[in-house]
């Protein structure tokens, strides 16, 4: 339940994330001119709307991050598959281990004399 929270929240901030980036003022005027954002900035005035946007994209950037890391925290365990490969990593390191003396031929070298 908490996990689906926090996916929906870090998918919420990603979009809102990018409208913000959207309607701020880039060197060719940005969507904000397009979509009335130029009365608005009048209003409030072209430094402060542009001091909000940047904290919005920060605060998105990085509400986005902490999401990221809560999902990771709460993500239910289904623990399967972790399960097989630590069983297939515990095989491999019992495995009975080969005398390779053993195996290597006992001719005599042939480049003594």
Do not use: R
Not at 17 to 28: E, F
Not at 61 to 68: G, K, Q, R, Y
Request: proline share 3%; net charge positive; charged share 15%.
């Amino acid at each position: 339940m908490l996990y689906t929270l926090f996916i929906v929240l870090a998918i919420v901030s990603a979009i809102l994330l990018v409208l913000v980036v959207l309607a701020q003022n880039s060197k060719g005027g940005g969507l904000s001119s397009q979509f009335g954002g130029s009365g608005a900035s009048n209003l409030i005035g072209v430094k402060k709307t542009g001091d909000v946007l940047e904290k919005l994209t920060w605060g998105f950037a990085i509400a986005i991050m902490v999401f990221s890391l809560a999902t990771n925290f709460t993500a239910p365990n289904t623990g399967v598959a972790n399960d097989e490969i630590l069983e297939k990593a515990k095989e491999q390191q019992f495995a009975p281990s080969v005398d390779l003396k053993k195996l290597a031929p006992t001719s005599t070298d042939s480049t003594k004399k």
